[in-house]
């Protein structure tokens, strides 16, 4: 089973602090995301990497960045946490779209509280 | 922003046909339609995909109209566990930055019994 594994279940940093949410798949997927969700907004992209050491702003990139430098691995990086990034943070990883085998898998989750 | 719209929510009965209507009317050629759905407090799962003919898998019917500009997934035999948000995504079939997903609101499905 394909699997993509995040860090933590639960966090909760303090206002300023550097975050690091890590997440792991184990399928060579090309594509990789982070997504944050929040109630009432849905999911909203974050950050995409298509490629190791490629990047690319999604929706909301502001306040965070991204480092893809190995194939498997994808990480979101809070800067300076704030409590406006209080949220649920999502990765996920896909082979190339419309290939067979190319629908995402997500991980569980990350809830990040910061205060 | 999302290239769908889907209504809010549906209520379903439970063992009837859930059908989840999708509008992706600005869809282009190179553009597959893809179904996810998220069951609280988990991430979302992969359901099913299409370019333009019709696909079954053992857990949905993704109907596409011959336009392309809507689609139905259709839960042929709705249970109280499929009770979730579904959603509906357009994504490019070829690789590079335009691969990303982008989710809308989705519809929330009640199946009640």
């Known amino acids: 089973d394909v699997k993509v594994t995040q860090s933590s279940r639960y966090l909760v940093k303090r206002t300023g602090e550097k975050v690091f949410l890590e997440c792991v798949q184990d399928?060579?997927?090309?594509?990789m995301f982070w997504y944050r969700q929040d109630p009432g907004l849905g999911l909203r992209l974050i950050y995409f990497?298509?490629?190791?050491?490629?990047?690319e702003k999604g929706d909301i990139p502001e306040g965070y960045s991204v480092s893809r430098e190995k194939k498997e691995r994808f990480s979101l990086i809070l800067e300076s946490a704030s409590t406006n990034q209080t949220s649920m943070y999502l990765c996920?990883?896909?082979?190339?779209?419309?290939?067979?085998?190319?629908?995402?898998?997500f991980g569980q989750g990350t809830r990040l509280t910061v205060v | 922003d999302a290239k769908t719209t889907q209504p809010p929510s549906m209520d379903c009965a439970e063992g009837r046909a859930a059908n989840l209507p999708c509008n992706h009317s600005t869809i282009s050629g190179n553009e597959y339609v893809y179904w996810y759905r998220q069951i609280h407090s988990q991430g979302p799962q992969y359901i099913i995909h299409g370019l333009k003919n019709n696909e079954t898998n053992e857990m949905a019917s993704l109907i596409i109209t011959e336009d392309r500009k809507s689609s139905t997934l259709i839960l042929p035999h709705a249970t109280l566990r499929d009770t979730a948000v579904y959603y509906c995504i357009v994504r490019v079939g070829y690789g590079g930055s335009q691969g990303n997903l982008i989710f809308g609101k989705g519809t929330k499905l009640s199946v009640k019994p």
């Open positions: 399928m060579d997927h090309e594509n």
């Open positions: 996920a990883s896909s082979q190339l779209p419309g290939q067979k085998g190319s629908e995402a898998f």
């Open positions: 990497s298509y490629d190791v050491k490629m990047k």
